[in-house]
């Protein structure tokens, strides 16, 4: 495998994303598909100073806006991008061999770290240095590395490129190529600063401008996205034998985040979503999943809609607050001191 030694080579640097990446869509899925390419374990952290030349600072902080005034929307999503990104054989190799997802314990450790860091980088500037934005950038980074480090030690292989860009998809995809299953609308100038912002991030988390998901606009990112959705597809319907643990665990974990999640209902969900069929659900789940697709229906009535939206937003912004500070029923389950979080190793 050859291994992408620089957050940025020789090449890219001289180059704008717009020129790195293929002319082509197709040709991009290609390359994701095709490329061997693997995450640099021993590249180094991330500043100001590594922003790319393409950086747009008003556009950015508007998709962190788009981001936030859809803050439950985009909580959903990414729910379920995180949990089809397990269908992935490779990635769940990683997760099994990491233990950070083998256990309710464990996956509620990192589960919740995710959500944390995610709103770290929708709530923070990028130019200050000393923000949690580099904080949590530069955790998700370690964490990277330490996965790509111990999985290459241990014969099992290393983090990939396009394991990279299935993820970045993950956070990404759904609000692109699905936004009314959750309740996003959005203009052409709010598609394009989402796409702008995940475009950085991708960057800043070591993932080179010629496989970044984002491309020059937001029509083009959708059309491969589209195409990465119909990938996710095929592995939805050949899962991996232990997917189903895993999965688990990781609705189970993030229960104690918010408590009326509830696995079949997040599961039919995510199929219904890739044109699956999934199993009859039982008279709670199906309860529970009519209550979802209500609240979503309601987003889009006139008034009622911004007013549901604002109170869930809150609703969120609170749940994060508790789970930081108060996560009560975490503290029952495994004990106040197993579930203390660790969101930035290096500090």
Not at 111 to 138: F, G, R, V
Not at 316 to 340: D, E, M, S
Request: charged share 20%; proline share 4%.
């Amino acid at each position: 495998m050859s291994v992408v030694k620089n957050l940025r080579n020789s090449e890219t640097k001289k180059k704008h994303i717009d020129d790195v990446q293929t002319q082509t869509v197709d040709e991009h899925f290609k390359l994701i598909l095709e490329d061997k390419s693997t995450y640099d374990p021993d590249s180094p952290d991330v500043t100001f100073n590594d922003l790319p030349d393409w950086y747009n600072d008003k556009l950015y902080k508007k998709g962190q806006s788009f981001y936030m005034q859809n803050f439950l929307s985009m909580v959903v999503a990414n729910t379920v991008g995180l949990i089809v990104v397990l269908s992935v054989p490779e990635i769940l190799k990683v997760l099994q061999y990491t233990k950070r997802s083998s256990t309710p314990h464990a996956a509620f450790k990192r589960y919740i770290e995710t959500l944390l860091h995610m709103y770290n980088l929708a709530t923070n500037d990028p130019q200050d240095t000393n923000s949690k934005w580099y904080k949590s950038m530069n955790a998700i980074r370690w964490y990277h590395k330490m996965a790509t480090r111990r999985t290459k030690n241990s014969g099992i292989g290393e983090i990939s490129q396009r394991d990279m860009v299935l993820t970045q998809f993950a956070f990404v995809g759904y609000a692109l190529v699905s936004p009314t299953y959750f309740g996003l609308r959005s203009t052409p100038e709010e598609e394009e600063a989402f796409n702008h912002l995940w475009r950085v991030n991708g960057y800043m988390l070591g993932i080179p401008d010629r496989f970044n998901l984002c491309r020059k606009d937001a029509k083009e990112t959708i059309q491969l996205c589209e195409k990465i959705k119909g990938l996710y597809v095929n592995y939805l319907t050949n899962i991996p034998s232990e997917f189903n643990d895993v999965m688990r665990n990781a609705i189970d974990a993030l229960w104690y985040f918010d408590i009326t999640i509830n696995t079949d209902a997040v599961l039919y969900f995510t199929y219904l979503l890739h044109g699956i069929k999934y199993k009859e659900l039982g008279w709670y789940s199906w309860l529970n999943l009519k209550y979802r697709e209500l609240i979503i229906k309601l987003y889009y009535v006139p008034y009622i809609g911004t007013i549901l939206r604002i109170c869930y937003n809150y609703l969120i912004h609170f749940l994060i607050w508790n789970v930081q500070h108060f996560p009560i029923l975490a503290w029952i389950k495994f004990g106040k001191q197993n579930v203390r979080l660790n969101l930035y190793p290096k500090h």
